[in-house]
């Protein structure tokens, strides 16, 4: 069975202060693992796509790597307004399955 | 621009009634899926579809029931609501191609059953 975890369940940072939020996962067959941002009361928001272990994604403050294990979303100089839950998922290549499996997400807040 | 359109964002509904919720994308994507999200749980997975009339159960499929009648449209059914089928209802789509596995989701639906 897929698994994703997350950690830590929630991060609470001071504007500029850097950090790394963890996906850790274990599936039979790696299809492919996404980040997504989600907002209170509104639907997640996608932010990467990583395929393969050794892969990186940028996108402004964020960055996102992958190991064989895990993921980390590395947050360089987060501002207030990134302040948000982030979600992680993995989608399996075995059985011919679509269907991602999601994390319980980090909450993130980024105090001014 | 991907877009996967839900029908209500908020739904208020009494005990007993027939809900159905409405989710549609643009994007001509094969997969579409109903998730629930709920504090300290997450999102689960309620039902899935790879193609026009074809399903499959998700996770937590008791009480609902789906509909697939056109590639872009994917109905979700509360035969008969419950107080706790209150949750924020998620839709998403997404393509089967490897290179663009992501799913995209709409922007929710919060409905209360009273």
């Known amino acids: 069975e897929d698994q994703v975890t997350q950690s830590p369940e929630a991060l609470r940072l001071q504007e500029g202060e850097s950090s790394s939020l963890n996906c850790s996962y274990t599936v039979s067959g790696l299809r492919g693992l996404f980040w997504y941002r989600q907002d209170p009361g509104k639907g997640p928001e996608f932010l990467f796509t990583?395929?393969?272990a050794g892969e990186e994604k940028e996108k402004e403050r964020l960055k996102a790597t992958l190991t064989k294990k895990e993921s980390f979303l590395h947050i360089t100089a987060p501002k207030p307004e990134d302040s948000a839950t982030y979600l992680c998922a993995v989608q399996a290549n075995s059985g011919g399955s679509y269907i991602p499996t999601f994390g319980r997400g980090t909450s993130l807040i980024v105090h001014p | 621009d991907v877009k996967v359109t839900q029908s209500s964002r908020y739904l208020v509904k009494r005990t007993g009634e027939k809900v159905f919720l409405e989710c549609v994308q643009d994007?001509?994507?094969?997969?579409m899926f109903w998730y629930r999200q709920d504090p300290g749980l997450g999102l689960r997975l309620i039902y899935f579809s790879y193609d026009v009339k074809m399903k499959e159960k998700g996770d937590i499929p008791e009480g609902y029931s789906v509909s697939r009648e056109k590639k872009e449209r994917f109905s979700l059914i509360l035969e008969s609501a419950s107080t706790n089928q209150t949750s924020m209802y998620l839709c998403?789509?997404?393509?089967?191609?490897?290179?663009?596995?992501?799913?995209?989701f709409g922007q929710g639906t919060r409905l209360t059953v009273v």
């Open positions: 990583l395929y393969s």
């Open positions: 998403a789509s997404s393509f089967s191609d490897r290179a663009y596995a992501e799913a995209f």
């Open positions: 994007m001509d994507h094969e997969n």
